[in-house]
């Protein structure tokens, strides 16, 4: 069964950093890509960041460009997103997920950061 | 970017009654379309991809349909099951992107 668990949400002041983790199990971590998309409160979703399999590879939205990176440790079955320079738009709920080509088929259940003073 | 236009914004429904969301893209996007049902805090889960094909799992009663640069999801009996929101995501070239939703509720 996939699993993937989201941690390290939590509160933080703007311009300050944080970074989320997503432990993945039930498939080869190493074949996929990875993602993480976002939610703000009774908002939609918005993609957030994507990288290939070995790494080498990432895309971002220009909403978060320069700010978080995306990275991975294929040895521990892990995603990570730094993310710097928070803002208060950046308010959301994380989900990370695994990509299929062109679509997320699975999702972690989400870890909320909530950007404030 | 793709701009992914979502109708209705919201509606309502009776059980057995037949429900159809819309998509429009701003521009052509093929088949690299998604859709994914969201209920109150969980994460969405994937019903259709391809624009077409239905995904692992999920009751035929879902299909999703194209024409041109118009997609649409389709719930043929709606279930007690079946309220939330509704999701189209583009994926033809970045930034991916997601339609507004749709909320559905039971009449």
């Known amino acids: 069964e996939v699993q993937l668990v989201e941690s390290g949400g939590g509160l933080v002041q703007p311009g300050r950093s944080l970074k989320l983790s997503c432990a993945a199990s039930g498939f080869t971590f190493s074949n996929y890509y990875m993602a993480w998309v976002r939610q703000a409160p009774k908002k939609g979703l918005e993609w957030v960041a994507t990288?290939?399999?070995?790494?080498?590879?990432?895309y971002y939205p220009d909403s978060v460009k320069g700010r978080f990176t995306i990275s991975r440790d294929n040895a521990k079955s892990s995603l990570y997103l730094q993310m710097n320079s928070l803002k208060s738009e950046d308010t959301a709920t994380y989900y990370c997920?695994?990509?299929?080509?062109?679509?997320?088929?699975?999702w972690g259940q989400g870890v909320m950061v909530t950007v404030s003073s | 970017d793709i701009q992914m236009t979502q109708s209705p914004a919201s509606l309502s429904a009776s059980l057995e009654e037949i429900v159809t969301i819309t998509c429009q893209a701003s521009?052509?996007?093929?088949?690299?379309l998604a859709w994914y049902q969201q209920k109150p805090g969980k994460s969405p889960q994937l019903l259709i991809y391809g624009a077409t094909s239905l995904a692992d799992g999920v009751p035929s009663r879902f299909s999703g349909s194209r024409s041109g640069t118009q997609y649409s999801l389709k719930i043929s009996r709606l279930q007690v099951e079946d309220p939330g929101i509704y999701y189209c995501l583009q994926g033809y070239s970045a930034p991916w992107t997601f339609g507004g939703g749709t909320k559905l509720e039971l009449k």
């Open positions: 990288i290939s399999t070995s790494g080498s590879r990432t």
């Open positions: 521009q052509d996007i093929g088949n690299w």
């Open positions: 997920a695994r990509v299929m080509a062109y679509y997320f088929d699975y």
